[in-house]
């Protein structure tokens, strides 16, 4: 079973080109033709990966992405033809996980489906160093001990570890955690990380899995070992 691919695509002929290759590749395709349906429907089926364009009818396909972050985790790979947006689209301001510029190939865009797919398996599942994240009961557990995190050190965490070795600006970390652009402060971020770093030092003082980067912001890697990782 791979699951569901949801295709969100207005033109019909490619969307049905696409469903051709992902039927073939053995997944469940469901087709969208107008940005609206898309967001209950994500809530209520959860399928494996959404595959969206980025110029719909109905509603834009960047308002969509970032509708489709504040309720759900589910890996969305963006198409677009504008080579511009895609800085904006990576840059996670949106919460896409990866694009894929028109005119493309339907067995690149099989390839890429797949590609995302071994990434976010990842996480939600238990990790290699005892870690495990349940998102839908906001639970997350390390070696069998619960971590006990509010929902906002569940979500960074969670954000993190879906992304690991990628490094997150505070900016990007808090359109993450809080998609309803509530306006806080770089700091804030900061302090649930201080927090979520005691909350698992206090399980096992050996793992660290959210390191600083200086300058920059944080990164989740549970091979790097940490080097003046105060914090
Ligand atoms: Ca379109």
Known sequence: MN???LIVEDEQKLAELLRDYLLQAGFSVVMMFDGRDVVPWVREQRPALVLLDLMLPGMDGMELC???RACSNVPIIMETARVEEIDRLLGLEL???DYICKPFSPR???ARVRAVLRRASGAGSPVENGLVLDAERYHASLNGHDLDLTAVEFRLLHYLA???GRIYNRQQLMDQIYPDERVVSDRTIDSHIKKLRRKIELVDPAVQLIHSVY???YKYD???VAEGDAG
Do not use: C, L, R
């Open 108 to 110: 690149e865009v099989v």
């Open 222 to 224: 549970v091979s790097d």
């Open 95 to 97: 919460g896409a996980d």
């Open 3 to 5: 699951g569901t691919i």
């Open 215 to 217: 300058g920059v912001g």
């Open 162 to 164: 879906h992304h690991p």
């Open 66 to 68: 970032k509708q489709i």
